[in-house]
């Protein structure tokens, strides 16, 4: 089982950026895929960025493509989410999650394929 921590978040205001950060501890390795999801009041969570670092594969939501980036360090067991040019519509609480990925290099994008999850951390755009 793999343990997530997010952090990062806070209030900016639109056109600004934030970096998220998702420390993972416990069972970790390259054999993993991970994503960020997202979850405004009243909504759905939803799928923003994932990478299957068995491959390093990303894929990114229509709505964050060429604002958002998915990254990791290894050393650090650390993954990030860079979010530039920020709009109010970005407001959300973001979560890390993990899973096991050992015979695919596809990355995974619904809620229902992972099985850790953060705590979640507020991102709060202003207008």
């Known amino acids: 089982q793999v343990q997530l921590v997010e952090s990062g978040g806070g209030l900016v205001q639109a056109g600004g950026s934030l970096r998220l950060s998702c420390a993972a501890s416990?069972?970790?390795?390259?054999?993993?895929?991970m994503a960020w999801f997202r979850q405004a009041p009243g909504k759905e969570r939803e799928f923003v960025a994932g990478?299957?670092?068995?491959?390093?594969?990303?894929a990114y939501a229509d709505s964050v493509k060429g604002r958002f980036t998915i990254s990791g360090d290894n050393a650090k067991n650390t993954m990030y989410l860079q979010m530039n040019s920020l709009i109010p519509e970005d407001t959300a609480i973001y979560y890390c999650?993990?899973?096991?990925?050992?015979?695919?290099?596809?990355?995974?994008?619904?809620?229902?394929?992972?099985?850790?999850w953060g705590q979640g951390t507020q991102v709060t755009v202003s207008s």
């Open positions: 999650a993990a899973r096991t990925a050992l015979f695919t290099t596809s990355v995974y994008t619904a809620v229902s394929d992972f099985g850790s």
């Open positions: 990478v299957n670092w068995r491959g390093g594969r990303t």
């Open positions: 416990g069972r970790t390795g390259s054999n993993y895929a």
